[in-house]
């Protein structure tokens, strides 16, 4: 393990402890410098700067090996913070159903007393009786409201900061371990004891940027990740480089984008962040750092090291073995933990359902429930089971489904929500402008503001195609196909581990491929690019799946001709998985071909192209049929008479255009995506190709 180079004087609080200072007689080789600096030959002086505090989760967006970013923003970081715990300390997370009654339990109790303990509160109303100019005759009238007992919502307050309390002072000594250990790493390089008195002092000197500030629910003063002041020669240094030009790696649109919001957030030389979300990605980095990697091959919630479970998996990749019994047999504790929990969730709503407990939820819903999952799962067979069985494990595709959806459904939905508000908010300030420049619709709002509305969409269809345009793009197809991307990079597999695949690397990795019990045998490129493939597309299928849910059970009414009718709509057109196949041509292209050139935004924007026009069209269409009631002077809440039984026949001929539209897209997405990999698929056969030659011609042979 690389270590640290550091300098004979103390840092100060401006100086992180992670950080190390210039060695004139020291080289850095480009492996060990951070991934975004260059440096150029007239440098000197020359620093090796290994990430840690001092870099932040925005980094994500320009270096596509952050995979420990993308952990710490699934679920605030709690998955990475116990990991990270884990490795330093050896101290397990508490168990599942303790979480589940801290933070989902006990909550709900206190909703559920706060609604059925209530009390009558008087409310002093207007006068009633009759106008009295002469203030007589009139009595005082008071209104009496049902509220939650005080006693309730002072408690239930009192737990919330109770809960969020303890997790700020769990985090806080989880960062004081981590720079108490980069104490005693840099008192044994030096050879010194480890001076307690000594640590205290540093501890108290970083205490406020490290400690107090980094796990705050919302700090906007957090240092900036790149620019520190380095007091020792007191000079201020990029990417850890002193004195030495910086050359930033070729940016794609997508990094130029981000590059231009930071700007637009950054000042000060400080970061906004929240929930400490940033300072849990430094733990992690830094603690992967200090642990080595042997002790990183271990799964999430776990913890179970790789080799306890891999080398049975492996055994029934090389022997071609199809049995569905001994691929279950060999999967990991987690992959089995989450098999488990999906089928008693499943037998309890089975159960739920025939209770006839709620009229909303039926045996009929629990086999519209069924044929949702089932829908996921036939296409999750075909891509994996059928096609690639051996390219994946099983184990890891369950992983990547569940990461789908458990972890990138619900940040979709946060990320949706936000960017959602911010543009309907300035949706609506266009609107005061526009109704600041028409009088008479203004008037309309003032007297009957459903009917103005309703001229207001006939009279400006521009303003509302640019709205559903935004919604469509930035909202759904972005937010959607990044958290997919993300959800990919987030999970580690044995399958896909660095330094499996590449064809130069079957001579130079056999210890790191031993390690997690996979012997000398080393994957072919093109075997490991269908991996990715499968579980890019896994991932998509479990947020696919968790949404067709929420569409169904959540967003529409209880009616089981709505439930069956949403779920064939969302069915036949699995967008989803598509642009999660597109996705993985360009990882592919740079993680296996070696194609600096394709950054995040090259690799998600076909699959947002073919997503956001798909969502367009059918929002312009909804539109425009709402546009034509309104015109035609019928209302859609109307009660069904015999004069207009033909409704859903005009109904379907009008959604027809846009469903052969949309019909369209979807072969052109399939089209594009089996051209593009069939040349890949014929390059990496050439990659695997060229190696085993290069190997029957090594003097080694």
Not at 131 to 150: L, M, R, W
Not at 283 to 293: A, D, P
Not at 497 to 512: C, I, K, T
Request: glycine residues 6%.
């Amino acid at each position: 393990m690389n270590r640290p180079i550091v300098v004979d004087d103390p840092p100060s609080e401006h100086t992180p402890i992670a950080t190390v200072t210039p060695d004139e007689h020291t080289s850095v080789s480009s492996e060990q410098r951070h991934p975004g600096a260059v440096l150029s030959s007239s440098a000197p002086h020359l620093r090796k700067y290994r990430g840690g505090f001092t870099s932040s989760i925005c980094d994500l967006f320009r270096d596509p090996h952050r995979r420990t970013d993308c952990c710490a923003v699934a679920c605030c970081g709690i998955l990475s913070s116990d990991r990270s715990r884990y490795l330093l300390t050896g101290e397990r997370p508490p168990p599942l159903w303790f979480r589940v009654l801290m933070y989902l339990g006990i909550p709900a109790g206190f909703i559920l007393a706060m609604n059925h303990f209530t009390v009558d509160v008087t409310i002093p109303g207007s006068s009633i009786g009759g106008d009295d100019s002469n203030g007589s005759g009139g009595e005082e009238g008071e209104t009496t409201v049902k509220a939650a007992h005080p006693a309730l919502v002072w408690s239930f307050f009192a737990y919330i900061i109770l809960v969020v309390s303890y997790g700020y002072v769990k985090n806080k000594r989880m960062r004081e371990a981590i720079l108490m250990e980069l104490y005693t790493e840099r008192a044994r390089e030096r050879g010194e004891e480890v001076d307690l008195l000594a640590a205290r002092s540093i501890l108290g000197r970083h205490n406020y940027m490290d400690n107090i500030r980094a796990h705050c629910c919302f700090s906007f003063c957090y240092q900036h990740d790149y620019n520190f002041y380095d007091d020792s020669t007191g000079m201020v240094c990029r990417d850890g480089l002193q004195g030495a030009a910086v050359e930033q790696p070729e940016a794609d649109v997508c990094t130029r984008l981000w590059g231009c919001l930071s700007r637009t957030f950054w000042c000060c030389g400080c970061w906004c962040q929240c929930c400490g979300i940033c300072a849990v990605a430094q733990e992690e980095r830094e603690v992967n750092r200090l642990t080595g990697n042997e002790h990183q091959k271990i799964d999430y919630l776990t913890f179970q090291p790789y080799s306890e479970y891999y080398p049975s998996i492996q055994n029934l990749m090389e022997h071609q073995i199809r049995s569905p019994w001994k691929h279950i047999q060999s999967i990991s504790i987690l992959s089995s933990k989450l098999l488990k929990n999906v089928v008693a969730v499943l037998v309890v709503l089975f159960v739920y359902s025939l209770a006839n407990i709620d009229s909303d939820f039926t045996w009929e819903s629990m086999i519209v429930l069924l044929l949702t999952l089932g829908q996921a799962f036939f296409i999750e067979y075909l891509v994996h089971w059928k096609w690639n069985l051996f390219d994946l494990s099983f184990d890891s595709v369950v992983k990547y489904f569940a990461c789908g959806f458990f972890l990138t459904t619900p940040s979709a939905v946060v990320f949706e929500m936000v960017i959602s508000t911010f543009a309907s908010v300035v949706a609506f300030i266009v609107g005061g402008f526009v109704l600041a420049s028409d009088s008479q619709l203004a008037k309309d709002f003032e007297s009957d503001p459903q009917l103005a509305l309703q001229e207001f969409m006939v009279k400006y269809p521009a303003l509302f195609i640019i709205y559903e345009f935004v919604n469509a793009f930035i909202v759904a197809a972005v937010v959607e196909e990044m958290v997919k991307y993300f959800g990919y990079r987030m999970v580690v597999t044995p399958d896909l581990l660095p330094g499996r695949s590449a064809p130069s690397s079957r001579n130079g990795n056999d210890e790191e491929t031993a390690a997690v019990g996979g012997g000398s045998s080393v994957k072919s490129v093109r075997s490991t690019g269908a991996g990715i493939t499968v579980a890019m597309v896994s991932v998509a299928l479990g947020f696919a799946c968790c949404e067709n849910l929420m569409y169904i059970f959540v967003y529409s009414p209880p009616s089981l001709g709505v439930e069956i009718s949403t779920l064939l709509a969302r069915s036949l057109f699995p967008v989803h998985p598509l642009c999660a196949a597109i996705q993985s041509i360009g990882v592919c292209k740079r993680d296996l071909e070696g194609d600096k050139k394709y950054g995040l935004g090259r690799i998600i924007l076909p699959a947002i192209l073919l997503h956001g026009s798909f969502d367009f069209v059918l929002m312009v269409a909804a539109y425009f049929m709402q546009v034509n009631t309104i015109k035609e002077g019928t209302d859609d809440d109307a009660t069904a008479t015999p004069e207009n039984e033909d409704g859903a026949t005009e109904d379907i001929s009008e959604q027809l255009p846009s469903m052969l539209m949309v019909f369209g897209l979807v072969i052109s997405g399939y089209t594009y995506y089996v051209v593009q990999s069939r040349a890949q698929t014929r390059r990496l056969i050439a990659m695997d190709n060229a190696s085993a030659l290069r190997e029957q011609n090594s003097p080694l042979v």
